[in-house]
């Protein structure tokens, strides 16, 4: 009997439990770039997700592109902090941004509550291109130094940050051309008006078949690109690529920051929502606020670093 009482117990719980972890009213969700790039998919994923565990609430996607997210960043404290405005950030672009001086935020200026995915670095060409690997991508390039452009999201952005390193790491000279995101760099990629793009695995797994991509900044290929190398098979000692997450205005308080991040946390742990991130190339990640300051520390110094070795802003 006692045994009985408990289970009815902790079932009458679980909904209340759920109900906790949801918002009282409606969430708007900010993006820093236009629809049909990576943030707004992944956006869209969650989108999807919190519906199903808090029905009572919507979930609206606003969008303020501009500046490579530079814009809404910079505007984002200027929201209410009520726990029901949250804003899609990414890295390495809130380092980057702020170092090159061309914005109107700090890095300190941002609020991060949750990094939930990162998705790595891949170069690619469309697929009527004349290059079909890597070695073809290097010897066009050494043939013609300066003549290839290569699409990315923002200018001192992750796509930016891996294009110059690439340049660098193969001894080879092509062109950044920035968009403002990678649903533009989309448009011009997949009509062959740029030669190629350095994006991210979700762009190159969710244009499989006009896209074709020639190296990935993995530990291991992809398994849903098996046929493309990774940047260490081919001699450098390179992995990395975007983490997104979100952020909440300064105003917001500490507990609000925390059940905000839960919440993702537990999206972010949803057999529906790894199935998804898995199909788009997306590699989830927990990083809450109990992590956060670490995490942030970190990143600001490799980021940091990195910026200068790679001049960027002085190009």
Not at 164 to 172: D, K, L, Q, T
């Amino acid at each position: 009997m006692k045994k009985l009482f408990a289970s009815l117990t902790l079932g009458l719980l679980a909904p209340w439990a759920l109900a906790q972890s949801c918002p009282e009213k409606n969430m708007l969700y900010w993006q820093a770039f236009p629809p049909g790039g990576e943030s707004d998919l992944s956006a869209r994923h969650q989108q999807i997700m919190l519906k199903k565990r808090c029905a009572a609430i919507d979930t609206i996607i606003q969008y303020k592109a501009g500046a490579g997210g530079g814009l809404m960043w910079g505007q984002m404290n200027q929201l209410p902090g009520d726990g029901q405005n949250v804003v899609g950030i990414n890295l390495p672009h809130i380092v980057f941004q702020p170092l090159e001086g061309q914005v109107q935020y700090k890095t300190q200026d941002v609020t991060p509550a949750f990094w939930f995915h990162f998705t790595p670095d891949i170069l690619v060409v469309p697929e009527q291109s004349p290059i079909k690997n890597f070695a073809d991508f290097i010897k066009a390039a050494k043939a013609s130094p300066g003549t290839l452009n290569l699409g990315g999201s923002g200018l001192n952005s992750a796509n930016h940050a891996a294009h110059e390193r690439m340049n660098a790491a193969f001894g080879v000279k092509s062109n950044y051309i920035p968009y403002k995101g990678t649903g533009d760099m989309a448009t011009a990629a997949l009509g062959a008006q740029i030669d190629g793009a350095m994006t991210y695995t979700a762009f190159a797994i969710n244009n499989k078949g006009r896209i074709r991509g020639l190296a990935v900044a993995m530990e291991k290929r992809h398994p849903l690109m098996p046929d493309v190398p990774t940047f260490k098979e081919l001699g450098v000692d390179w992995v990395d690529g975007a983490y997104r997450g979100i952020g909440v205005p300064k105003s917001t308080t500490p507990e609000a920051r925390k059940k905000i991040a839960d919440l993702w946390m537990a999206l972010n742990n949803e057999p529906e929502m790894k199935e998804l991130a898995a199909k788009s190339g997306f590699e989830l990640v927990n990083v809450g606020t109990d992590q956060m300051d670490a995490f942030m520390k970190d990143k600001i110094r490799l980021y940091t670093e990195g910026a200068k070795r790679l001049e960027l802003g002085k190009k």
